[in-house]
Nanobody, 119 residues
Framework: QVQLVESGGGLVQPGGSLRLSCAASGSIFSINAMGWYRQAPGKERESVAAITSSGSTNYADSVKGRFTISRDNAKNTVYLQMNSLKPEDTAVYYC?????????????WGQGTLVTVSS
């Protein structure tokens, strides 16, 4: 059993910053990649940023230069530092984990954390 616990969402004014965290726990043998997705009202879920076990990162064009993904391998935790937030960043943000357990390769989702950017 693997659990993902997210934190850090909330209400912030345009131009402000937030830091999301996602901690993975349970029967994880190794982690391939962790990432963040978001889903705005009425829209499909989209990839925001991801980081591999080797530290390689990729970002959606809409957040490049504003968001930074990082990872603490010892804690199986991924972070998303979000700066210069815009109203269009408002969404539920979901953590994603791609990993191996004792039973094989699996993909897991967090419960989501709401980020609202509004004045």
């Amino acid at each position: 059993q693997v659990q993902l616990v997210e934190s850090g969402g909330g209400l912030v004014q345009p131009g402000g910053s937030l830091r999301l965290s996602c901690a993975a726990s349970g029967s994880i043998f190794s982690i391939n990649a962790m990432g963040w997705y978001r889903q705005a009202p009425g829209k499909e879920r989209e990839s925001v940023a991801a980081i591999t076990s080797s530290g390689s990162t990729n970002y959606a064009d809409s957040v490049k230069g504003r968001f930074t993904i990082s990872r603490d391998n010892a804690k199986n935790t991924v972070y998303l530092q979000m700066n210069s937030l815009k109203p269009e960043d408002t969404a539920v943000y979901y953590c994603n984990l791609d990993c191996y357990t004792n039973f094989g390769k699996y993909n897991y989702w967090g419960q989501g954390t709401l980020v609202t950017v509004s004045s």
